[in-house]
């Protein structure tokens, strides 16, 4: 892909779910990316996304917002604003927000075809 893609923010795609949502920014079924799947994670106070892991991508994830744990194999990371990690692929993972307020994570994933399994 050698042009330069405008996604407005109207276009972009979001999935509501219980635990929040995901609003995806570039990707190959958006049309704007073959190389990158890019979104913004919203978890709502005290809640979870479920534990998943990505077969074909590595995952990075920057916490925009907010406090979460970031649950990893058996291990457990307490993340604040400005913290990222990186997380191959095939490990189970998944974030809770223990703060008070929605916590906002830019998520970044080396697929523009990102593939979750346990979703």
Known sequence: ???INLL???ETQ???MEWGRLIWKASTALGNSASMTVGICE???GQANPRHSHPNC???LHVLQGTIVHTFGDEEVTMTTGDVITVP???NHNARNIGDDLAILAIAF???DRR???E
């Open 8 to 10: 407005t923010a109207t």
């Open 14 to 16: 979001v999935q509501e």
């Open 43 to 45: 978890i709502l106070p």
């Open 58 to 60: 590595s995952e990075v």
């Open 1 to 3: 892909m050698n042009t």
């Open 116 to 118: 979750t399994v346990g």
């Open 110 to 112: 080396d697929s523009a």
């Open 89 to 91: 692929p095939n490990l």
